[in-house]
């Protein structure tokens, strides 16, 4: 597949602060592309100076083979839609979704005819029919987003950035929105961009998700692979699903702060040495219960447990104060209680394992 | 305006909440101002209106109802034409106020992304305020005069040889005198509106294409128009009520409404400074109902 979009070492301090320390990527053509990362780690900086909203320090950013860095915003071709929406209050619906089409500088539709086509087309695709005269006001959370995006892809762009688009919606219609972005995109062939915070939307979403941390691209790989095989301890820790221990290989072992783990998983180069073991590859077991020689084994004291329908996660305290959590998935099994304050060994497979060397 | 909203609102809030303490509350809160607006306003302009028809000798008034009064205003050269020239100089005034203000404010409500710096900016504009109304517009003498600063400095640098004498005690040192005075009630309206865009609203519309012209002509100005009404009308009524400039800067050759009051009240003429009035009432109630049909403001604001 062709890239749209080229990132070249492309650096953005503000007031001497690096936001952006040196991105690569090369984001394919047709594809839905999510960009993962904790607040503060430069998402929409890397948005923005995309957008043209803000110049990069240096690097080069290529828009289908074009340099555009130093190309104001509305000659750039790349659709835009807001987290608050940025609406244009005085304006319609429809005349909201026709602003890019009859006002742009480069090749504005000035036909009346074509211009109401294409809004008709454009509000039946995203599914706002009906609402054509409402003032912006007088429409839903999920409606505005509608127009935000009707708006954009009004203007056929080749790409569609996305600035935390399901952010400003309550967990229901966040959960529909979804789907609706990715079949929308499917009809339309573009590539979306989407940047958020939350790791499960972003796995959700993203044909490949991009991991930002400090300012760098630290993983870009999709969905399955990100979730499985981690590329550094920073990115387990943003998906919010691995116990991960600090420390130092050492033989055939991990020395690591609540004793020896035995190794015989996955060992990956990364900058930082770390052992992660995921959430829910961990058996919960009586202390007295007997260890195959494939697994390992701590023990720790049960806190609490948190219910969540298919899963229970338990919390336990580990012996020198850290917190491990356990997700065991209740398809197969009713929940088992835990006494509090109660010890119990925690067991995995040396395997499933993530060893960051 | 405060009074309409006030009495449109309060059906709405008794309706809702059928409280007995309710419209008790209501009478007592609207009491204080209502009775003001009574005995202050409503009251002088039934009377001005009333003595408008009296009968006026040289040396004195009696209230025998006739429209003397009135046929004299609207036969004589000297009214209309204070009437005329009430009006010219004051849409002369509203353009020049709203040319040197609109831009002024859509610096300090727009360009300024720094709240503190655009709040001095605005402090800034108010200085002038600091002093008096009567040296304000008489330190335009000093710089408009035939020997006066502006003179001086162009001929020295040889841009003239002889003085402009039309810079003062003319229309045109009127207007330069109103239009400084008054700017400032233009640009904190269509500031105040300016700063309320949403930043990310006119990204958007840089995003979707259009140039700078584009969204000034579509999104800015739409959505500054509240300002510039509001600020219109703080102008207007100002500027039709203005005697003291024209006073001051015109060596009596330009006579408003305003100095047409003045000077029938001096010489007793109550009747036709009452006249006078009830004109000048009429045409500034006409024209802030203009300026209100140009914006819904209490839809906008």
Known sequence: MSSVLQLKNVHKAFAGVPALAGIDASLANDTYVSLLGPSGSGKTTLLRVIAGFEQPDSGEILFSGRRIDGVPPHERGIGFVFQNFALFPHLSVAENIAFGLTNRAVDPVTDAKVVAGRVRDIIGLVGLSGLEDRATTQI??????????????????????????????????????????????????????????????????????????????????????????????????????????????????FASPVGALALGGVKQ?????????????????????????????IEASFVASEYSGAAINSFFTLDDGRVFEVETHLSHAAPATYEEKGRYALVWKREDALVFV | MTMAATSHDTPVETAERPTRKQP??????????????????????????YVSFWTQTTFKIEPTLTLKSWITFF?????????????????????????????????????????????????????????????????????????????????????????????????????IGMTQIYCVFMVGPIAFMLGRIDPSVIEAAQDLGAGFWRIFRTIILPLSMPGVVVGAIFVSVMVLGEFATSAALSGRKVNLLGNIIVTQVGSLKWAFAAVAGVVLTILMGAVVAALLRVVDLRKEL
């Open chain 1, 140 to 253: 839903s959370g999920g409606q505005k987003q509608r127009v935000a995006l009707a708006r954009t892809l009004v203007t056929e762009p080749s790409m569609v950035l996305l600035d935390e688009p399901l952010g400003a919606l309550d967990a229901n219609l966040r959960m529909r929105m979804r789907g609706e972005l990715r079949t929308i995109r499917e009809r339309c062939g573009v590539t979306f961009l989407h940047v958020t915070g939350s790791e499960t939307e972003a796995l959700a979403m993203g044909d490949t998700v991009l991991v930002l941390d400090a300012g760098r691209i630290a993983q870009s790989t999709d969905a399955d692979t990100l979730y499985s095989r981690p590329a550094s301890a920073d990115v387990a820790r943003f998906l919010n699903c691995y116990n991960i221990f600090p420390g130092a290989v050492s033989g055939d072992a």
């Open chain 1, 269 to 297: 180069t990364s900058g930082n040495p770390a052992y992660a073991i995921r959430y829910d590859r961990v058996a919960i077991r009586p202390t007295d219960a007997a260890t195959a020689d494939d697994e390992v084994r």
């Open chain 2, 24 to 49: 008790d509350r209501t009478f007592w809160l609207l009491a204080p101002g209502a009775l003001w607006m009574l005995l202050f306003l409503v009251a002088p302009i039934l009377m001005m209106v």
């Open chain 2, 75 to 175: 036969t004589s050269d000297t009214y209309l034409g204070a009437l005329w020239t009430t009006v010219r100089i004051w849409l002369i005034v509203l353009v020049s106020t709203l040319l040197v203000g609109y831009p002024a404010a859509l610096f300090v409500g727009l360009f300024v992304k720094n709240k503190t710096l655009s709040t001095a900016l605005l402090v800034l504009c108010v200085i002038p305020f600091w002093t008096s109304f009567l040296i304000r517009v008489l330190a335009w003498r000093p710089m408009l005069g035939k020997e006066g600063a502006i003179n001086m400095i162009l001929m020295k640098i040889g841009v003239i040889t002889q003085p402009i004498e039309v810079l003062l005690f003319s229309e045109l040192s009127v207007i």
